[in-house]
């Protein structure tokens, strides 16, 4: 990978079948704010729990039309993401080779609550997906135990099957990405308008992701497209597909025991 720095966004789709939710990120993802085609990794439709399949599937198509398209497992419920009991990388397998029955591609994976196992990672590998689910930093909410994956820069993972798990790590959040980019001096009386008085440093490798919920919220809808056009200014805006292409033999390779964190 060159020396340049990218910048890649990617959303959570984990209400796919809510209408509003999904109304407003269909349009943000047609905008391209900042010229980023945002990677929807969505939730599969969970049949179980009362969802339809077909119009998920149906709006899966569409958004696959407007970027890359990601597979985001929630282990136990749609409204639970990680597991509770065994079975991880079995779960990412049937619903990996249901989505292709469905004539998806899905091209990137990230595990729901940013869990993974040596067994998710192995079934992403036999899927051929790139993964999204090691993270630049452990998830401030998780208890300690709970298992994540942890990656500063794109590389690939030698897993103990010996197979190569190609890796994008998720680097920032909405909220991570503004105090990067943005350090504010509190005014001594309010001004007529905020601007940025010094800047924060990026890696050679941003990704930036948020939730389609967060969309349901008018100060984070606002300040996305904001926050991504500033970033556009400052790293090159490519695609995790694009990204995923740039992975070569000139890149880290990693034990997965060097990845995986408890």
């Known amino acids: 990978m060159s020396r340049e720095r990218y910048a890649v966004v990617s959303c959570h789709v984990e209400r796919p079948l809510d209408d509003a939710v999904w109304e407003r990120f269909a349009s943000l993802q047609r905008a391209r704010p900042g010229g980023f085609a945002i990677a929807a990794l969505l939730r599969p439709a969970d049949p179980e729990h009362g969802e339809d399949e077909s119009q998920w599937a149906e709006r899966a198509r569409e958004a696959a039309a407007h970027g890359p398209l990601g597979h985001h497992t929630h282990w136990t419920a749609p409204d639970h993401a990680r597991p509770t009991g065994a079975g991880t990388g079995e779960r990412v397998l049937t619903e990996g080779r249901r989505l292709r029955e469905l004539g998806l591609s899905p091209t990137l994976f990230c595990g729901g609550g940013w869990y993974t196992d040596l067994d998710v990672a192995e079934a992403c590998a036999e899927l051929g997906y790139v993964d999204c689910t090691p993270r630049a930093s452990r998830p401030p909410y998780l208890a300690t135990g709970h298992a994540w994956a942890s990656l500063g820069l794109p590389a690939r993972i030698r897993l103990p099957s010996g197979r190569l798990l190609r890796a994008i790590p998720t680097t920032f959040s909405l909220g ?10 509190r005014p001594r009386r309010m001004p007529r308008r905020v601007t940025p008085r010094t800047r924060g440093t990026l890696p050679p490798v941003v990704h930036v ?14 300040a996305l ?37 408890l």
């Open 176 to 185: 991570d990405l503004a105090r990067a980019v943005f350090r504010f001096e």
């Open 209 to 222: 992701y948020f939730h389609d919920t967060d969309l349901r919220d008018r100060r984070r809808r606002m």
């Open 225 to 261: 497209p904001v926050l991504l056009g500033v970033l556009a200014r400052r790293a090159r805006p490519i695609d995790l597909d694009g990204l995923a292409a740039l992975i070569d033999d000139d890149d880290p390779e990693v034990a997965w025991a060097d990845v995986e964190r």
